[in-house]
C-alpha cells in the first residue's frame, strides 16, 4: 500500500514537472522580420514562370527556326526568368511599403501635433493604420506591430526604425530615420520636422504614381509593337509558306532570323530601360 501511494506521488510530481504554461510573447514579437531587398519564390511560384516562360520562348524559337531543337535550347533561357520576376516583385513591395510609409507619417505628425509623446505616438499610428489598411498581413502594419512591439520590451525609437532602415533599403525611410534621429538627439522640432519629412515624402510619392500613369499607355503599346513582329512572320508563315520558306533553308536564312531575333529582343530591352523612371 505504501509502495503504490510513493508511486502515485511520483507520477502525479513527474507530470506536474513535465507542464509548462504557455509563454506569452510580447506584442510584435512573433512578426516575421522581413527584408524587403530580397524575395524568394516559393516552389508553384517558381514552377508557373518556368513553365509559362520556357513555353513562350519554344513558341517564339519554333517561329523563327522551325526547329523543335533549337525551339527546345531557346525554352532552356526561362531559367533566368525567375530572376526578373524576383526583381519586380521586390520593386513592387518597396513601392508598397514606400506610399504605405507616407500614410503612417502623416498620422504620426497629428499624433505628436496632438501634444503626445514620441513612443504613444508611434503605438497610436497602428491604430490609425488599421483603419485604412484591413488586411492585418499589410506590410506597414507589420513593421509597426514590431516598432510597438520594441517599445514594449524597452528599446528606444531610434533602434526600432534603425532596423526598419535598414530592413527596408528605402531612400526616404533612410532619410527620414536619419533625421528623426538627429532631432531626437539635438532636441529640435520633432513636429515640425515630421510635417516637412512626411510632405516631401508625400510629393515623391504622388509624383512618381503620376509618372505611373503617364508611361501606362506606353507600356501597352510597347507590349503591342514586341509582339506585333512575332504576330506577322506567325501570318505570313501560315498564309505564304512559300514566301518565308527561304528564312528557314540553309545557312543564311538561319543568320537573318538570328539577327532579327537580337534586335527585337535588344530593342525590347531599350524600352524597358527608358520606361524605368526613378524619382
Known amino acids: 500500500m505504501l509502495t503504490w501511494l510513493m508511486m502515485g506521488h511520483l507520477d502525479k510530481r513527474r507530470k506536474n514537472l513535465a507542464f509548462k504554461p504557455p509563454v506569452s510573447r510580447p506584442k510584435g514579437e512573433g512578426e516575421e522580420a522581413e527584408r524587403y531587398s ?6 508553384k511560384e517558381k514552377g508557373f514562370h518556368l513553365l509559362l516562360a520556357g513555353c513562350l520562348l519554344f513558341a517564339a524559337g519554333y517561329l523563327f527556326y522551325k526547329s523543335f531543337l533549337i525551339a527546345a535550347m531557346c525554352s532552356c533561357l526561362a531559367l533566368l526568368y525567375p530572376r526578373i ?6 520593386r513592387k513591395r518597396k513601392e508598397q511599403l514606400n ?5 503612417a507619417l502623416y498620422s504620426l505628425a497629428t499624433s505628436l501635433s496632438a501634444g503626445k509623446s514620441v513612443e504613444n505616438a508611434f503605438r497610436d499610428v497602428l491604430q490609425d493604420l488599421m483603419l485604412l489598411y ?10 509597426f506591430r514590431r516598432i510597438a512591439g520594441k517599445l514594449d520590451r524597452g528599446e528606444t ?3 526600432a526604425l534603425s532596423d526598419l532602415s535598414e530592413r527596408a533599403d528605402l531612400d526616404d525611410i533612410r532619410s527620414f530615420t536619419e533625421v528623426f534621429v538627429i532631432c531626437k538627439r539635438s532636441g529640435g522640432n520633432l513636429i515640425e520636422v515630421m510635417r516637412r519629412t ?10 512618381k504614381q503620376e509618372i505611373q500613369v503617364l508611361i501606362a499607355q506606353k507600356r501597352f503599346e510597347a507590349k503591342v509593337l514586341g509582339a506585333a513582329p512575332l504576330a506577322i512572320i506567325a501570318l505570313l508563315s501560315l498564309s505564304s509558306p512559300d514566301y518565308m520558306a527561304p528564312l528557314y533553308d540553309g545557312a543564311s536564312g538561319m543568320a537573318i532570323m538570328t539577327l532579327s531575333l537580337i534586335l527585337l ?5 531599350i524600352i524597358i530601360k527608358i520606361m524605368d523612371i526613378k524619382v
Open 38 to 43: 530580397t524575395y524568394t519564390l516559393t516552389g
Open 85 to 90: 520576376v524576383v526583381k519586380g516583385m521586390i
Open 99 to 103: 506610399g504605405q510609409f507616407k500614410q
Open 134 to 143: 484591413p488586411d492585418p498581413s499589410t506590410p506597414i502594419l507589420k513593421e
Open 157 to 159: 525609437v531610434e533602434q
Open 198 to 207: 512626411s510632405n516631401m515624402i508625400g510629393e515623391k510619392v504622388e509624383i
Open 265 to 269: 529582343a535588344g530593342c525590347l530591352a
